[in-house]
């Protein structure tokens, strides 16, 4: 059961106590109040700012984990149920670092990187190489003797020309690299034009008519060794139509591999949505598992063939829910908009980061909540838009939101289900430095990346003198 208090009140924060719940919340569950202030896993956000400043991103180690561990059990149970085991890679894209990749470890995750940064991040991890899996459109060469070197355990080709030049890396070193291969199975994912890659008409995988000639020329190299296919429609998705219509396609195509060799897993990727308000409604993990197991299974007895091992890629599932920015509340302005039948007043509260620590609101339309994070007031609730500090007009944090009228300049100010695609999208758009990202677990945070301060990026300028030489 959530809250049922009204979601506009300033002190309103829903939180869940089953799975299905946390499916809908839109805050971490460790978030609360005491004494009017939000409280995350049992630090203040006030003390959360005192020691590291704002912007800043704070990560419910808690929440995290169990968001990772449901997912875990959910497939496990729904695909044991058929007889097939899951593999569930975190996607490392979604946000990465050291102690998050040793917290998916422990869990018995295992990961999924597409680049030699993340890669890296994996390795300075002590993750296991042979439970990651490496995508990536345009792996370079030295990736692709890296990935080979280390002993990756899933190497997800997306092209022929990949293919032949890790045949060829690998035959070099003689070994045998595990592949999987990346199909564009061509079903639309219903989500953001920007977030589906399953469309005819982009850059990712093979077209479903000629993966059994690109299976052939793979089982044809003595130094690859076929997993399996790999389809991923898209991110933010709530309905499982998708998913389950991109298994019916991929199975279908595997009965025909079959006839040439073993086809052992099926990798149906991540893309499973999240709220980020009140608004939104994914399907509980339970569900989309059920759902997906019950596909695989009616497909493989329709056809005829033997239920494949499974995997899947989430990453936004896992650790969007439990990210929460907190910024400082600055100038504030009322302005005066003309429009048809009338004039209205939009309230501009002003934060200070905004697109360069969370562009997904630009180049998504994404749509967040906010509450104000060091204080409850009794003053009504006024519609807000949360602006950043850019120079750019479509620089919004929050495009609608009730916050109190007597919100005012040092209020902090906290935006929820930033735990995913925002760390990992920023930028230094203006000379921001990118916010320290906090993870915060009984009632103590822990830092888990700096943040950037000025004399950082200006020590990258190689034409400046050192910050301390620069004129007053
Ligand atoms: C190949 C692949 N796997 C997994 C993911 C993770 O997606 P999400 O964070 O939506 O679960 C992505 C991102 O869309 C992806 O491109
Ligand atoms: N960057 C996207 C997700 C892309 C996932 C990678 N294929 C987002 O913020 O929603």
């Known amino acids: 059961m959530t809250s049922t208090a009204n979601p506009l009140a300033p002190e309103w924060l829903p939180v869940p106590d089953d799975a299905n719940a946390l499916a809908r919340a839109v805050w971490p569950s460790g978030a609360t109040r005491r004494d009017g202030e939000l409280v995350l896993a049992g630090v203040s956000a006030t003390d959360l700012v005192r020691q590291y400043g704002t912007p800043l991103y704070v990560v419910d180690e808690e929440d995290a984990r169990r968001r990772a561990a449901l997912i875990l059990d959910a497939f496990r149970r729904e695909f044991g149920r058929i007889g097939a085991s899951v593999s569930v890679y975190y996607a490392g894209k979604a946000f990465l670092s050291v102690g998050v990749a040793r917290w998916m470890a422990e869990l018995g995750l295992n990961l999924d990187v597409c680049s030699d940064g993340e890669f890296a991040v994996a390795l300075a991890a002590g993750f296991d190489p ?5 995508h990536g459109n345009n792996k370079s060469n030295a990736e692709l003797e890296a990935i080979v070197d280390a002993g990756v355990g899933g190497l997800v080709l997306d092209s022929v020309y990949e293919l032949e030049r890790v045949a060829a890396i690998a035959a070099e070193r003689g070994s045998r690299q595990p592949v999987r291969l990346r ?9 953001h034009e920007y977030l589906a890659t399953a469309r005819e008409d982009q850059k990712f995988g093979i077209p479903l008519a000629d993966v059994p000639a690109v299976v052939a020329a793979i089982r044809a190299q003595p130094s690859l060794e076929f997993l399996g296919l790999h389809s991923h429609i898209g991110s933010q998705i709530f309905e499982t139509g998708g998913f389950e219509e991109a298994a019916a396609r991929l199975l279908a195509v595997q009965k025909e591999l079959l006839e040439g060799g073993p086809v052992p897993s099926l990798n149906l990727g991540g893309g499973f949505g999240i709220a980020y308000t009140v608004a939104d409604d994914p399907a509980p993990v339970g569900a989309l598992a059920a759902q997906m197991a019950a596909v695989v299974e009616a497909e493989c007895t329709r056809l005829g063939i033997p239920i494949p091992n499974m995997a899947i ?3 936004r599932s896992i ?28 309230r501009y509260v002003s934060v200070d980061g905004g697109m360069s620590d969370n562009p997904r609101p630009e180049l998504y339309g994404a749509e967040y909540s906010a509450r104000i994070a060091s ?19 479509g620089d919004i944090v929050v495009n609608a939101e009730y916050l109190p009228g007597d919100i005012r300049p040092g209020d902090l100010l906290a935006v929820p289900a930033t735990g995913a695609y ?23 945070a822990r830092l888990l990346v700096r943040g950037e301060s000025i004399a950082d990026l200006l020590s990258r300028d190689a034409e400046a003198q050192p910050v301390s030489e620069v004129p007053a």
């Open 313 to 315: 890629e989430p990453g």
């Open 319 to 346: 650790i969007g829910p439990a990210g929460v920015t907190l910024y400082e509340v600055g100038t504030i302005k009322d302005v005066r908009v003309e429009r048809e039948g009338g004039a209205a007043v939009r």
């Open 130 to 134: 042979a439970r990651i899996g490496y």
């Open 183 to 191: 199909v564009n199975s061509g079903v639309h994912a219903s989500t």
């Open 375 to 393: 204080r409850v007031s009794a003053e009504e609730p006024v519609l807000v838009r949360v602006a950043g500090k850019h120079c750019e007009s």
């Open 422 to 444: 925002c760390w990992s999208l920023a930028s230094n758009y203006n000379h921001l430095g990118r916010p320290p990202v906090v993870a915060v677990r009984d009632g103590a």
